[in-house]
Nanobody, 124 residues
C-alpha cells in the first residue's frame, strides 16, 4: 500500500514557476513508476509526466515538454514536478500517482495509487 500527499500548488502569474512535491509512504517507493496527472474543471484527467523507478527515464505530454521536469528522490520517498513558463491553460488540480511495474503509462486507469491533488492556478 502506498499513500501519496501532494503539496506546492498555488496561484501564480503567467510565466511564473512552481514546484510540486509528492511525498509517499511505504518502504517500496522505489519499486513504483510515478506519474503526474492534472484535471481542469469540466475536463478529463490528463497525463502530464512520468518517471521510472530509478529516475533514469522520463516521459512528458507534448503540452508540457520543455517547460515541466519530473524528478524523484528515492531516499526521501518524494517525486517532484518543476513547472516553469506556466500558462493559464496549465490551471488544474494536479495529482500524483503510483504504478506498480516497470513501464510508465499515460492512462490514469493503469495507476494503482493516487493522492488527493494540489491546485495550480495560473492567472493571465
Amino acid at each position: 500500500q502506498v499513500q501519496l500527499v501532494e503539496s506546492g500548488g498555488g496561484l501564480v502569474q503567467a510565466g511564473g514557476s512552481l514546484r510540486l512535491s509528492c511525498a509517499a509512504s511505504g518502504r517500496t517507493f522505489s519499486r513504483y513508476v510515478m506519474g503526474w496527472f492534472r484535471q481542469a474543471p469540466g475536463k478529463e484527467r490528463e497525463f502530464v509526466a512520468a518517471i521510472n523507478w530509478s529516475g533514469g527515464s522520463t516521459y512528458y505530454a507534448d503540452s508540457v515538454k520543455g517547460r515541466f521536469t519530473i524528478s524523484r528522490d528515492n531516499a526521501k520517498n518524494t517525486v517532484y514536478l518543476q513547472m516553469v513558463s506556466l500558462k493559464p491553460e496549465d490551471t488544474a488540480l494536479y495529482y500524483c500517482a503510483a504504478r506498480r511495474g516497470t513501464y510508465y503509462s499515460t492512462t490514469p486507469e493503469e495507476y494503482h495509487y493516487w493522492g488527493q491533488g494540489t491546485q495550480v492556478t495560473v492567472s493571465s
